[in-house]
């Protein structure tokens, strides 16, 4: 069975990291973008199973980022996660009506993000 690919899009360096060591660590292979613009090159180019998204990065912020995502006939359906340090109090219902599965506060809880990433891409049943 192929590794699942996810999608980090951050332009804090150290959290990045943070995040890619924690993920790869549980058996994902993982890409990172700082910025929308470069987010939407590595997303075409490597079509992850999922995408970690901040609100808050250079050349397209995550809210037209995650537009461009849904937007994109090979991207539309993938998950995309927010994780971001902004208000959620104003940015939480926006994040879901632009189209994000999870909404998560920086710092997020390392458990239950790599549950909400499993529960996602391990295939359910009936």
Do not use: W
């Amino acid at each position: 069975m192929d590794k699942k690919k996810i999608l980090i899009i951050d332009d804090d360096p150290d959290f990045c990291a943070y995040l890619a060591a924690l993920i790869r660590h549980h058996g994902y292979d993982v890409i990172q973008a700082g910025d929308g613009v470069s987010a939407m090159h590595s997303a075409v180019a490597e079509k992850p199973d999922l995408i970690l998204l901040d609100l808050g990065i250079p050349a397209g912020n995550g809210y037209i980022t995650l537009r461009r995502i849904r937007e994109h006939p090979f991207l539309a359906g993938v998950p995309v996660f927010i994780i971001s340090g902004k208000d959620p109090d104003e940015n939480e219902g926006r994040s879901y009506d632009t189209g994000a599965e999870v909404y998560f506060e920086k710092p997020c809880n390392p458990e239950q993000l790599l549950s909400t990433i499993q529960s996602t891409l391990v295939p359910h049943h009936v």
